[in-house]
């Protein structure tokens, strides 16, 4: 059910999808990575950098307040907060960049949105000695300077995008641009499992570490498996690693959680896998939150890192065999999330993240107490405390 039918595809989506010029460049990242994934020597050495650099295995915390303040299932959380930089996109770009050293590139590529893709991947670059270089929509440079700021600081170069609406989409297709002009000297290190064959495979892969991780330390806790596996779905990484440890379970349930935004009745939301429609963006086919003549939608989310018109093509793919199950939850409800998970435990998630505990915590109460589920909690919230305490003040 989980096995790919032709290289890159998961069922009718995925592939690639590309303008002529980068069909040869992409090709040869496939072949590399290919050749890497059965390499032991590199699988030894991304191994190293998680348990010497990230700080892995992370912590499978048991929330005992806040499933007594649900009043149901017993909560735990993968806690993809402690690793270095925050979060879990630190796994992806540690792999992306020892793939780009075996490939003998010298730079990292990257689009970012709101800076987080950007700062982990810079944060890869400077500890394996390569050059990074990021694009990002002028809006998005204005609007999350701290994350500028950092990049800068860690070496990366921060290249601001002014053309059509100056945000995500235009800088996606400005580092394509630069990449397939220079294929022998770029890596082109994507963000999340979207984009051509053979990223959502790639990243994907590298993710895995947390459904691993999170099985093992949940069966030695209770000694079974448990009942559902919850996380939050922006392109959908941190939802694919850890729902790769339990594919084959078929007793657990998964469930991604979508930014459902000020609404599902309004059009200020960014519920790819609910109000989606097929169609191909960047590079991939998926679901996509389209305009009548077939241009990504703008999109809407509390949480920068969900605010992505479309979504990974794994996600696609278990969602029409029913494997996985995908919701949304409103920003209101994240807020709330957010404060409870804070007030009940003394962790501050990111918003992102928050979106995950929000549907933890009904799905806790429906199964009741003689469940156990997991949620993945992606992020930190140190990034999001002054927009909250923003928002919370005019109330
Ligand atoms: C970027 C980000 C996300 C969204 O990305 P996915 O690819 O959907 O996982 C979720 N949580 C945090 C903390 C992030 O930084």
Redesign the pocket.
């Known amino acids: 059910m989980t096995e790919q039918q032709a290289p890159g595809f998961f069922g009718n989506y995925g592939g690639s999808f590309l303008p002529p010029h980068l069909v040869e460049p992409m090709r040869e990242v496939a072949i590399a990575y290919e050749e890497a994934r059965q390499d032991s020597t590199f699988l030894e050495d991304y191994q190293a950098l998680l348990s010497r650099y990230v700080g892995r295995p992370s912590l499978l915390y048991r929330a005992e307040r806040l499933s007594e303040h649900v009043g149901g299932a017993r909560i735990y959380m993968k806690r993809e907060d402690l690793n270095h930089t925050g ?3 630190i796994n992806h770009c540690l792999g992306e960049a020892l793939l780009a050293k075996r490939m003998g590139k010298t730079k990292l590529i990257a689009e970012t949105g709101a800076g ?2 950007g700062v982990a991947l810079a944060t890869a670059a400077a500890l394996l000695g390569l050059e990074c270089e990021i694009h990002m929509g002028a809006i998005d440079v204005a609007k999350q300077h701290p994350n500028v700021v950092r990049m800068n600081m860690l070496g990366a170069k921060v290249v601001a995008v002014e053309e059509g609406g100056a945000s995500l989409k235009e800088a996606v297709d400005s580092a394509f641009a630069t990449f397939a002009a220079r294929p022998e000297e770029y890596l082109f290190a994507i ?3 979207v984009g051509p064959h053979p990223y959502p495979s790639i990243v994907r892969d590298f993710q895995s570490v947390v459904g691993r991780e999170a099985r093992a330390q949940f069966l030695e806790a209770e000694g079974r498996l448990p009942d559902a596996a919850v996380a ?8 694919m690693g850890l729902f790769s440890g339990f594919l084959e379970d078929q007793s657990v349930q998964l469930y991604g959680v979508e930014p459902g935004g000020e609404g599902l009745d309004t059009a200020r939301h960014a519920a790819t896998m609910s109000l989606g429609t097929p169609g191909t963006l960047h590079g991939m086919a998926t679901r996509v939150l389209q305009t009548a003549d077939g241009e990504p939608a703008p999109v809407h989310s509390i ?1 920068s ?2 605010d992505y018109p479309g979504v990974g093509p794994q996600h696609v793919y278990l969602n029409e065999t029913g494997r996985a199950h995908y919701v949304a939850v409103t920003d209101e409800q994240t807020l709330e999330a957010f404060q409870t998970l804070t007030r009940c435990e003394g962790i501050l998630p ?1 918003l ?2 928050s979106h995950a505990v929000a549907y933890g915590c009904l799905l806790a109460r429906e199964l009741g107490p003689e469940a156990a589920i997991i949620v993945n909690l ?2 930190r919230g140190d990034k999001d405390v002054d927009y909250v305490a923003e928002v919370l003040a005019t109330r």
């Open positions: 979060s879990h996109k987080q893709h963000g999340s499992v939050c779905v922006g392109g959908g990484s941190n939802a949480a890192g969900l990111a992102e993240s992606s992020g």
